[in-house]
Nanobody
Framework: VQLQASGGGLVQPGDSLRLSCGAS????????VAWFRQAPGKEREFVAA????????AYADSVKGRFAMSRDNAKNTVYLQMNSLKPEDTAVYYC??????????????????WGQGTLVTVSS
């Protein structure tokens, strides 16, 4: 499966942004999809993940209550709605997908497929 992340940009603290991750080349509904991010000089970290049907989600504590992940399997797309953005949310955001991921492993970065990343900069 090929993944294409988009929607990043420069925003001010407190603003909102919605990232999209489009997929092609596979039965998208068969994949668990996650968002990770990597800030300059830091390791890649888990942000959010969503089940194949979209009925279950998981979030990192740092974004819980501010970010919301959803998917539209008819459009082969997942979304990450980011609200109340903070400067510490600045990072390159990557979407990742895997067919075999079980819930307990969603936060692990060993997903089989990765998109190219989209830069989110939160600054005044």
């Amino acid at each position: 499966v090929q993944l294409q992340a988009s929607g990043g940009g420069l925003v001010q603290p407190g603003d909102s942004l919605r990232l999209s991750c489009g997929a092609s080349g596979a039965t998208f509904r068969a994949y668990v999809v996650a968002w990770f991010r990597q800030a300059p000089g830091k390791e890649r970290e888990f942000v959010a993940a969503i089940s194949r049907s979209g009925g279950s989600t998981a979030y990192a504590d740092s974004v819980k209550g501010r970010f919301a992940m959803s998917r539209d399997n008819a459009k082969n797309t997942v979304y990450l709605q980011m609200n109340s953005l903070k400067p510490e949310d600045t990072a390159v955001y990557y979407c990742a997908a895997d067919q075999g991921k079980i819930y307990s492993a969603w936060t692990n970065s060993d997903y089989a497929y990765w998109g190219q990343g989209t830069l989110v900069t939160v600054s005044s």
